[in-house]
């Protein structure tokens, strides 16, 4: 499609559920980011995808999150035994795919995000 | 550490009159410079990219200007309008290991209300 499309809009998740966040990038784009924004403050890098390469995951608390671009699926985050601190909007971006520099020139077209309450 | 630093916090203006927005960045190495609006419940929208070698570019009635000597960007809003109400995003994209990777650094933004 023509847009980054991000569902659920909402999930609200007891303390130590999980949860799953879906995104589908925009077709033809190659890089797939994801980013938490908590309380409208800035935005918190997670993790990256070239296609269904993890490219960079530096951003990613190891111990609960987890990330995954399958070939003909959209790309998941998910987060076990969720804590009140996951509560945040989170984003997925894409980019295209371009010969010098990831991304470098190229605008990360974002989604609506989701916005994931934990109670 | 790569910060970028945004100014005002927040700003009320009336419509139809001018506003500038202030960015200050200490990412290097530089690549480029990116402006994004966000709506209340939406996700950031590119406004401007900015390289190096750039020191103006327009969109509309948004001007962003970049002077990568000082490290400092604004972005200039003219006649604004009741929809321009919202969040101003300064990003600036650094190069990160030798395969020249872009690694992005968001400041917190400029929350901007337009009142009529």
Known sequence: GEEVAQTPKHLVRGEGQKAKLYCAPIKGHSYV??????????????????NENVFDETGMPKERFS????PNSPCSLEIQATKLEDSAVYF???SQLISA?????????????????IL | KNQVEQS?????ILEGKNCTLQCNYTVSPFSNLRWYKQDTGRGPVSLTIMTFSENTKSNGRYTATL???TKQSSL???????????????????????????????????MLLVSP
């Open chain 1, 33 to 50: 980011f994801w980013y938490q924004q908590v309380l409208k403050n800035e935005f918190k890098f997670l993790i990256s995808f070239q």
């Open chain 1, 67 to 70: 990330a995954k671009c399958l």
């Open chain 1, 92 to 94: 997925c971006a894409s």
């Open chain 1, 101 to 117: 520099g990831v991304g470098s020139n190229q605008p990360q077209h974002f989604g609506d995000g989701t916005r994931l309450s």
């Open chain 2, 8 to 12: 005002p916090q927040s700003l009320i």
């Open chain 2, 67 to 69: 002077d990568a000597d």
């Open chain 2, 76 to 110: 200039h809003i003219t006649a604004s309008q009741l929809s321009d109400s919202a969040s101003y995003i300064c990003v600036v994209s650094g190069i990160k290991g030798s395969g020249g990777y872009s690694t992005l650094t968001f400041g917190k933004g400029t």
